[in-house]
């Protein structure tokens, strides 16, 4: 997938296809490491809104 061209233009940060394997490797690990953070923001911020109650603590 990240050797097409027509794929890549959307995952790879360049938006160029991956031609080497190390490329891909490091591109495939910025990736995984991408979601890996994004998981823990999501739990930081669930147990923050439910510490003040859920919705109803937000204000409007």
């Given at each position: 997938?990240?050797?097409?061209?027509?794929?890549?233009?959307?995952i790879?940060?360049d938006?160029?296809?991956?031609?080497?394997?190390?490329?891909?490797?490091r591109?495939?690990?910025?990736i995984?490491?991408?979601w890996?953070?994004?998981r823990?923001?999501?739990?930081?911020?669930?147990?923050?809104?439910a510490?003040?109650?859920?919705?109803e603590?937000?204000?409007?």
């Open positions: 997938m990240l050797s097409d061209p027509d794929a890549a233009c959307f790879t940060p938006g160029k296809a991956i031609t080497t394997e190390i490329s891909g490797w591109n495939a690990a910025v995984s490491g991408h890996a953070l994004h823990i923001q999501q739990r930081a911020f669930a147990s923050r809104r510490a003040i109650g859920g919705e603590g937000w204000r409007s």
